[in-house]
């Protein structure tokens, strides 16, 4: 998937659980008493997961690049222990 692509999809659904999670806060479900609020919780939950599966595909990071990152890194230190040691 396009970058840019993920990135949006990641805004949208980050917008949503926050809008959400804002009708929960301020809606009408205030006064929902009994067994309902068990339901207000799990709405939170999930409001919860939307927000942070927002996070997740707006910095997602392909193992690939960070194989090549951490080689990149390796080879830095690599380096610089030798100028040290010089």
Avoid: C, Q
């Amino acid at each position: 998937m396009n970058r840019a692509l993920r990135r949006m999809g990641g805004v949208a659904v980050m917008v949503a659980g926050l809008a959400f999670a804002a009708w929960l806060v301020f809606g009408p479900v205030h006064y929902w008493e009994g067994g309902a609020r068990l339901d207000r919780m799990a709405m939170g939950l999930a409001a919860m997961g939307a927000i942070s599966g927002g996070a997740w595909l707006i910095f997602w990071e392909p193992e690939s690049d960070r194989a090549a990152e951490e080689a990149s890194e390796e080879a830095s230190e690599e380096t610089t222990g030798e100028k040290l040691s010089v």
